[in-house]
């Protein structure tokens, strides 16, 4: 039975994040198949580019915590459908998945995941005895699922949000390195190590109430314009809008932009991208980017592949500077 990297997306704009995603991970070289589970609101338009891209598309319930009490210590209302997250244990299909948050970025193969046991993850930066829950190794099981849920109703969650019941859940959890859930804004918190070791990172996680998908692009200068106090997120921004504009944004139909399907923020994102233009990678035109996209063909160990896009961004930038 195959194994799966697993991702939930509630709404449009996660959604369009876990595109994004899922495209970094085919750029990596991934052996494993992409699973996403999907609340019935995410548009239709958004549902058949995930078919496309996914090798399984599955609808689940809206789980909420409705804990606004936990919810607002993390200053994160909007956190409590994250219990939706725990469906991920009923996809018994696979004998063992890699949950990951939506938000988040493969930037070199983390496939020798799968080699460690349920639960294993990394450190939350916050308080570094749990887990982030944006990644974990686990083990479909409906017995599991069902003993989840019932902790859930019996003693809630000490966050109000799915990593409050799963740290209380796994309090033997099994730590991997900080370079498999790297989160982006920790980079220059602690800049000596992460000038030592962020070469190393696999996976970045895009934490905090400010998504890549929320930030604009500027295709003039190929480089995403940076909210001030978001500078140090460049280099990941960048490489996220640069799979956005190349391998998700040609699927998105324009006759269905003003479609009210789409939610406000991503609708004014999907604008923004649009009015600006496309991003360039090299002698291929729009066009023909599009029909080969259309084809379903990107070329993931070619020009599609991440070093590939990544060096384009480098050059962009040197050639910016001067
Ligand atoms: N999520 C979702 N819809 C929401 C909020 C969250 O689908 O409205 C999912 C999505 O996969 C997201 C994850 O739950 O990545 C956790 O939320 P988020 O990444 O915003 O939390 P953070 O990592 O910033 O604490
Ligand atoms: C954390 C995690 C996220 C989780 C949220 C709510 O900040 O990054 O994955 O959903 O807390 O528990
Ligand atoms: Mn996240």
Redesign the pocket.
């Known amino acids: 039975m195959p194994e799966a990297y697993v991702?939930?997306?509630?709404?449009d704009g996660?959604a369009v994040?876990?595109l994004v995603l899922a495209h970094s991970l085919k750029s990596v070289g991934t052996t494993r198949d992409l699973c996403i589970m999907i609340?019935p609101a995410v548009s239709q338009e958004i549902q058949s580019l995930l078919h496309s891209v996914f090798n399984s598309v599955v609808v689940v319930d809206v789980l909420n915590s409705n804990d606004s009490a936990h919810l607002s210590l993390l200053k994160?209302p909007?956190?409590g459908?994250?219990f939706?997250?725990l469906h991920c244990w009923t996809l018994t299909q696979y004998t063992k998945c890699v949950f990951l948050?939506?938000?988040?970025l493969a930037v070199q193969n983390p496939d020798d995941l799968f080699a460690h046991p349920e639960l294993t993850a990394v450190c939350d930066i916050g308080w570094p005895d749990c887990f982030?829950s944006?990644m974990f190794v686990y083990v479909p099981s409906i017995d599991t699922y069902g003993q989840l849920l019932h902790q859930a109703e019996v003693s809630g969650s000490f966050d109000g949000?799915?990593q409050g019941i799963l740290n209380t859940f796994f309090p033997k959890w099994h730590r991997v390195s900080f370079i498999y859930n790297m989160v982006a804004s920790a980079t220059y918190t602690y800049l000596p190590a992460y000038k030592q070791f962020g070469g190393n990172a696999k996976l970045v996680?895009?934490?905090?109430?400010l998504?890549p998908w929320q930030h604009r692009y500027d295709s003039n200068s190929g480089s995403v314009h940076l909210s001030p106090g978001y500078q140090h997120l460049a280099p990941y921004l960048n490489s996220w809008w640069a799979i956005y504009i190349r391998l998700v944004r040609p699927g998105i139909p324009d006759m269905n932009i003003e479609s009210a399907s789409y939610s406000k923020s991503l609708l004014g994102d999907i604008q923004v991208a649009h009015q600006l233009g496309g991003l360039s990678l090299g002698p291929e035109s729009a066009m023909e980017g599009k029909a080969r996209w259309e084809r379903g063909e990107p070329d993931y160990l070619g020009r599609d592949s991440f070093a590939n896009i990544q060096a384009y961004i480098d050059a962009k930038i040197k050639s910016n500077g001067k």
């Open positions: 991702t939930l997306a509630t709404n996660y994040g876990a609340a994160r909007e956190l459908v994250t939706t997250k948050d939506a938000d988040m982030n944006g949000g799915d996680h895009f934490l905090g109430a998504k």
